[in-house]
């Protein structure tokens, strides 16, 4: 039996990878696949790769592409959903701010440095020819630390998946008050280089196997409510997500990986641009 571990964000877009490993998918191929949760993001998957903590990541794709040339020993190794990732940019209810306008020169939560949120606002602020060079944050960790940061008011706003912060919208915990869009499809499927080089023939197995349901993962009998049931969210709003929302069963393309660098460059993020050869690894 090969043990691989897999970590993702509890969020609704890894719902396939759950009912695969509740099924035993895997374990037809003799691997078993434990999964772990990082309600943190991106930032703690990559160092959680860096430390062997876990072999693959669903991660955000500007998140392991800049810890990739920052010296992750990972690659990408497939695009996992090709549609963006709506980030919506919230303020507590309560809060005096209105408009995204008014949130220039305020500090925003982040989960850490180097997550989604972190790299997003600073997408946001040149969207808005905000300048970058001047943004403030302050890190939370998680979800459940933003709500703390802006209810309490260490922290002005924060970005996040605008499906999975809904119901703190609807309970009248935040205000969104914009969305943002991901310039590109926004999460792939990272694998640690030490296991590609070992566990190759795991790895194809695996993204058979997940592949194999992502086609068809729509099609499930009452989906919608599945997942409005495991995930917390009103069914009305899952079905606007679903509609939204495509899966990939392809490499990410070498057009994307350039779009990517070129705008994380142009933002200080990274300091060079690689061959996107460097980033992928092709099964």
């Known amino acids: 039996m090969h043990t691989i571990k897999i970590g993702g964000v509890p969020e609704h877009f ?29 930032g703690a998957m990559c160092e959680a790769l860096r430390n062997k903590d876990i072999d693959m990541a669903i991660i955000l ?17 497939q695009t996992y959903i090709q ?7 919230h303020v507590g209810y309560n ?27 600073y997408v946001n602020a040149q969207n808005n020819e905000w300048d970058t060079t ?10 459940d630390g933003a709500v703390k940061a802006l209810t309490q008011g260490s922290a002005d706003y924060f970005m996040w998946e ?20 991901t310039p590109w499809p926004c999460f792939v499927i990272a694998v640690r280089e030490e296991i590609l080089e070992t566990k190759k023939e795991q790895i194809k197995d695996i993204l058979r196997t997940i592949n194999n349901t992502t086609s068809d993962f729509k099609q499930i009998p009452s989906i919608d409510k599945t997942l409005a049931h495991r995930y917390d969210q009103q069914l009305v709003d899952i079905k606007e997500w679903l509609q939204i929302t495509e899966w990939s069963q392809s490499i990410i393309d070498n057009e994307t990986l350039h779009k990517v660098q ?18 992928i690894f092709e099964m």
């Open 14 to 42: 890894n719902l396939p990878w759950h009912l695969t490993i509740e099924e035993g998918a895997y374990l037809t191929n003799d691997i078993q696949l434990e999964w772990t949760d990082f309600p943190g993001g991106t």
């Open 61 to 77: 794709t500007e998140g392991i592409v800049k810890d990739i040339i920052a010296g992750n020993p990972s690659r990408i190794v």
């Open 83 to 89: 549609s963006p990732l709506i980030w919506g940019i």
């Open 95 to 121: 809060s005096t701010y209105k408009s995204l306008d008014d949130l220039k020169n305020t500090s925003a939560a982040i989960s850490r440095y180097g997550s989604g949120s972190h790299l997003m606002a």
């Open 134 to 143: 001047s943004l403030q944050f302050e890190v939370v960790k998680n979800l």
């Open 162 to 181: 605008h499906f999975t912060t809904k119901p703190l919208v609807d309970n009248k915990t935040f205000r969104r008050v914009a969305d943002c869009p």
């Open 262 to 279: 070129d705008q994380l460059f142009s933002l200080g993020i990274i300091g060079k641009v690689v061959d996107p050869e460097n980033l």
